[in-house]
């Protein structure tokens, strides 16, 4: 309420509830980024370990390459995790449905690249042992799985360019 001559009434407080529910999603946003940030770093780890394994399979270094699908798998696991975490929190954050859809479609993204990473594994297997059809079906079942990942990476920019704010670095 505003008085003729220019002077404000004091703005009434909301409650304690308000205040309560701010601190929530203040908090909530706080543990959000500090997930997004290890993220950040577990997805480029993993992706590196995924570039060593194609590289040793290239190389006909077999043994080495299935050592390397074991690591990158598990780096995948860890990160689909933190993907997992981060949704939870963003089911919690008021308007941010499209950043829950945002965390769907990573986790999909990195269950591909963790099966991936099985199946280079298994196609280093079967190489090795010179069982060609069985890696030949492997092969065809990684790129079948890449173009889905493809796919699934335009959605994922489709959302950033929606939200640009939000992927400020």
């Known amino acids: ?30 543990e959000y980024n500090k997930i997004a940030n290890k993220h950040q770093e577990s997805i480029k780890t993993a992706f590196t370990e995924l570039s060593s394994t194609i590289s040793y399979y ?5 043994e080495k390459a299935k ?12 990160t689909r995790d933190l993907s997992i975490k981060a949704k939870g929190i963003a089911e919690k954050l008021k ?31 079967t190489t090795q042992n010179k069982e060609n059809e069985k890696s030949q ?3 065809d079942e990684i790129s079948q799985l890449n173009q ?16 640009p704010e939000a992927f400020k670095k």
């Open 148 to 163: 889905e990942y493809n796919k699934l990476q335009t959605t994922l920019e489709d959302i950033k360019a929606q939200h």
């Open 58 to 62: 290239n190389n006909k270094e077999y």
């Open 67 to 78: 050592i390397s699908a074991g690591k990158c798998e598990k780096l995948f696991q860890a």
């Open 137 to 139: 079906k492997l092969i």
């Open 95 to 125: 308007n941010k449905e499209w950043l829950v859809d945002f965390k769907k479609y990573s986790i999909e993204s990195e269950e591909i690249r963790l099966n991936q990473c099985k199946l280079l594994g298994q196609v280093s297997q």
């Open 1 to 30: 309420f505003q008085a003729e001559d220019g002077i404000r009434d004091v703005e009434r407080s909301r409650g304690l509830g308000d205040v309560y529910k701010r601190q929530c999603q203040n908090k909530n946003i706080e």
